[in-house]
């Protein structure tokens, strides 16, 4: 496998699923993506925010794997990056096995990983069945989304296309990634 790399960025200022893709986004340290409706420092996901609109933003950045796109890809339903709100696609990481607490370096950026992503009914706007595409199941049983991970902002900076992607995994025991 290759290194890990950033393959495409994209940022939008409203609430819409799919974000144009971008030369380059700029990170704010605990803020999000510059010009992104998803950030600040309290929750700004539109659901999330009327159920509690001072928790935290977990939810800063969303990281997505290329590869899922190659997966679905397989079953007719062709993505491109940046239209499942992804800010930062990538390619090269499997991203859905991170730890919690990992941290992601990209450029002079560092993205603190909090959690999965949970696909939402918009997406089979993008494709029909998209959404239960990004549905699985772990080892257990248990429902496991395939939609990417979520982070918050530690360091900013600028990233763009081709950047690589340096991994830097918490002290153990490693937890889990669940839904935030």
Same mark, same amino acid.
């Given at each position: 496998?290759?290194?890990?790399?950033? @393959?495409?960025?994209? !940022?939008?200022?409203?609430?819409?699923?799919?974000?144009?893709?971008?030369?380059?986004? &700029?990170?704010?340290?605990?803020?999000?993506?510059? #010009?992104? !409706?998803?950030?600040?420092?309290?929750?700004?996901?539109?659901?999330?925010?009327?159920?509690?609109?001072? +928790?935290?933003?977990?939810?800063?950045?969303?990281?997505?794997? +290329?590869? =899922?796109?190659?997966?679905?890809?397989?079953? #007719?339903?062709?993505?491109?990056?940046?239209?499942?709100?992804?800010?930062?696609? $990538?390619?090269? =990481?499997?991203?859905?096995?991170?730890?919690?607490?990992?941290?992601? &370096? @990209?450029?002079?950026?560092?993205?603190?990983? $909090?959690? =999965?992503?949970?696909?939402?009914?918009?997406?089979?706007?993008? +494709?029909?069945?998209?959404? &239960?595409?990004?549905?699985?199941?772990?080892?257990?049983?248990?429902?496991?989304?395939?939609?990417?991970?979520?982070?918050? @902002?530690?360091?900013?900076?600028?990233? &763009?296309?081709?950047?690589?992607?340096?991994?830097?995994?918490?002290?153990?025991?490693?937890?889990? =990634?669940?839904?935030?």
């Amino acid at each position: 496998m290759s290194s890990p790399k950033v @393959i495409a960025v994209a !940022a939008d200022d409203k609430h819409n699923i799919v974000k144009p893709v971008r030369e380059h986004i &700029k990170l704010i340290a605990g803020w999000g993506v510059e #010009g992104d !409706a998803h950030a600040g420092k309290t929750v700004q996901h539109r659901y999330d925010k009327r159920r509690n609109p001072d +928790a935290p933003n977990l939810r800063q950045v969303h990281l997505m794997h +290329a590869e =899922l796109f190659d997966e679905v890809a397989e079953h #007719g339903m062709n993505v491109e990056p940046g239209q499942m709100g992804e800010n930062i696609t $990538t390619r090269g =990481l499997n991203i859905l096995h991170l730890p919690r607490g990992t941290h992601l &370096k @990209i450029g002079d950026a560092v993205i603190e990983v $909090t959690g =999965l992503r949970n696909p939402c009914k918009y997406l089979n706007r993008i +494709a029909p069945g998209l959404m &239960k595409a990004t549905l699985s199941k772990d080892e257990s049983g248990q429902p496991f989304p395939k939609s990417g991970v979520m982070g918050v @902002i530690l360091t900013g900076g600028e990233v &763009k296309a081709c950047d690589a992607i340096e991994v830097i995994l918490p002290d153990t025991p490693h937890e889990r =990634l669940r839904p935030v």
